[in-house]
């Protein structure tokens, strides 16, 4: 077969890589690419004036580590449900797996509404948690809440293939050698999942670093509290007609998404080696 | 398998009750909270809420956006793909990369790319001005239909390549390759043996295409600045929820319940076409 490689056998290559070209660069890269332009454009001095201003180092603080924090809480949750969805047969199955991609069918900012309400002090959730003292809407762990509910899915999907595929050889195999279950599943199990949940994570960090919907109404935006987002200053910047800012401030959002991007591409294709290699 | 099952009760049972519990705290809840609050009001108020003037115009928007959103990114993910698992060609994971960025980037950013473009500081606002001038029209992109339109497209773009391309890449290429030795034409393959592998995946693309883009928010929202013109569904809840009075938030609660029905259909799709695919892997 060596020759589909030195001629193309499949006719249309040139049409249909045009047209993917085309458009991708029309209705994606250039309109980013005036993004770049535009910041470039500006001085260093006045570049750093903008994005090292107090109100966006703390947005970014509180976006990253909020943002960091969901995906972790995320992993832990989202390789239990996985673990329990591919392992385990219990009424109700179908319907919990179902309800898996709820975060990605709901618009965000329905869910965004919706969950400020439920953890406001006078709703469902919120009002036994203030009993508790414990705040939730308006605050950081609104915010948390808010990245929790729309990176569950990324976590869940990524690993739930791959424990499906995963040869019950290598447990088997730990379980005659006198390994206990636990030690299986934290040498063996997790081990094998590590590229499912680092592509997990990645995904679900970079969606919560450009959160909007979600999160701007159960975050309160409060520059005193420091729970503006980065994507809600960016607006907020925008809706003043103050586009130098907005403009540096995406422009780092953008690098720091464009390097999860790559790392998620890296570990998949490094996953895809060693899987077909085996 | 079995054995371990059986050994492990107590932790299964335990897994399985964290599993259920945060499944109905994080994702039932606030879907139930929804329905409830939208009919605080009555269900008379509801069926006002949800056919208000504002309301109205702001579901043509959405509508309009989401057709055509659909319709661009069907066609791109038909034609991605194509040429993503049909050839082998140098960069061929940079360009699958670079179709997937609107999956990772901020839609604010969307937003304010087109803003960048197109708006009074963007390099193709001079062009457009001269367009403008030549043809007699008044071209406006941003804060506009068409800056709507663009917005949706970018944010849901990858959806309908990102389905397609692992089904084509599972079936490989052999029966295109013989085909096209035995002389057929381009088209002619893809109608009788390309499409029929990818009628499922392309189909439940353009579901997910939908749903997103019916409910794009950060995106349009820095694109669309006219309640009652360029407003789509979820700009318009924004709008009724911030006003503040009750009457308005029962409002929100009610325009939000349509996009969560529609959500709900979605996942209802989802699952079905999962099940298909299922049962097909099991015939093979």
């Known amino acids: 077969m060596k020759f589909t490689h030195s001629k193309r056998v499949i006719p249309g290559f040139g049409l249909t890589m045009g047209v993917t070209i085309a458009m991708l660069s029309l209705l994606i890269l250039i309109p980013l690419a005036s993004v770049f332009v535009y910041a470039f454009r500006m001085s260093g001095a006045e570049f750093l004036g903008t994005v090292t201003n107090s109100a966006v180092l703390y947005a970014f603080r509180t976006s990253i580590i909020c943002a960091l924090l969901a995906a972790l809480i995320n992993c832990v949750f989202g390789t239990i449900l996985a673990w329990v969805l591919v392992r385990y047969d219990f009424p109700g199955k179908r319907f ?17 509404i919706t969950l400020s309400k439920m953890y406001s002090t006078t709703g469902i959730l919120g009002k036994p948690l203030a009993g508790l003292g414990i705040e939730v809407s308006y605050t950081h762990l609104g915010l948390l809440v808010a990245l929790v509910f729309i990176g569950i899915p990324f976590v869940v999907r990524a690993i739930q293939p791959v424990l499906e595929k995963l040869d019950p050889q290598y447990e088997e195999a730990a379980y005659i050698l006198g390994a206990s279950r636990r030690k299986t599943f934290f040498r063996i199990i997790l081990s ?24 701007i109404y159960i975050s309160g935006n409060s520059a005193k509290e420091h729970t503006q987002v980065v994507s809600y200053v960016i607006m907020q910047k925008l809706n003043y007609m103050d586009y130098a800012s907005a403009t540096s401030i995406a422009l780092i959002l953008l690098i720091i998404s464009f390097l999860m991007l790559l790392f998620v591409n890296m570990v998949q294709v490094r996953q895809s080696k060693r899987t077909n290699n085996v | 398998m079995k054995k371990e099952q059986q050994g492990s009760a107590a932790t299964r049972n335990i897994l399985i009750i964290i599993a259920i519990a945060f499944v109905v705290i994080m994702l039932v809840l606030p879907l139930a909270a929804v329905i409830g609050n939208s009919l605080k009001k009555g269900f008379e108020f509801y069926m006002h809420a949800i056919t208000a003037k504002y309301v109205i115009s702001a579901l043509k928007v959405t509508l309009l956006a989401t057709v055509v959103a659909v319709g661009v990114n069907t066609f ?7 040429v993503i698992t049909k050839f082998s060609f140098r960069g061929k ?14 839609p604010v950013i969307a937003g304010l790319a087109f803003i960048m473009t197109f708006g009074r500081l963007g390099w193709a606002y001079p062009i457009l001005e001269n367009i403008s001038r030549i043809t007699g029209m008044d071209i406006q992109i941003v804060f506009a239909l068409p800056g709507v339109l663009l917005a949706t497209i970018f944010v849901t773009f990858p959806f309908v390549s990102r389905e397609i391309i ?22 002619y393959i893809f109608r009788k043996i390309t499409f029929p592998q990818m009628k499922w995946a392309l189909v439940y693309g353009i579901i997910l295409c939908a749903a997103r883009a019916l409910g794009e928010f950060g995106a349009v929202a820095a694109l669309s600045k006219t309640r009652g013109e360029t407003f789509t569904l979820p700009l318009e809840i924004d709008a009724l929820y911030l006003s503040g009075d009750s009457d308005s938030l029962v409002a929100a609660f009610a325009v939000s319940s349509i996009l969560v029905i529609i959500a709900i259909v979605v996942l209802i799709l989802r699952n079905i076409m999962e099940y298909r695919a299922k049962l097909r892997a099991a015939e093979k």
């Open chain 2, 166 to 187: 692992p089904v084509l890449n599972a079936e490989g290429k052999d029966e295109e390759e013989a085909a096209a030795l035995m002389g057929a034409k381009g088209f």
């Open chain 1, 96 to 112: 919990l797996d179902g309800l898996i991609e709820l975060p990605f069918a709901l618009p965000t900012a329905v869910a965004g």
């Open chain 1, 192 to 215: 094998e999942l590590r590229p499912a949940l680092l592509t997990g994570f990645g995904l679900a960090f970079a969606r919560g670093l450009g959160e909007y919907g979600s999160v």
């Open chain 2, 76 to 82: 791109f993910g038909i034609i991605s793909s194509w």
């Open chain 2, 93 to 106: 994971q940079l360009l699958a990369t670079l179709i997937d960025i609107p999956f990772s980037i901020s």
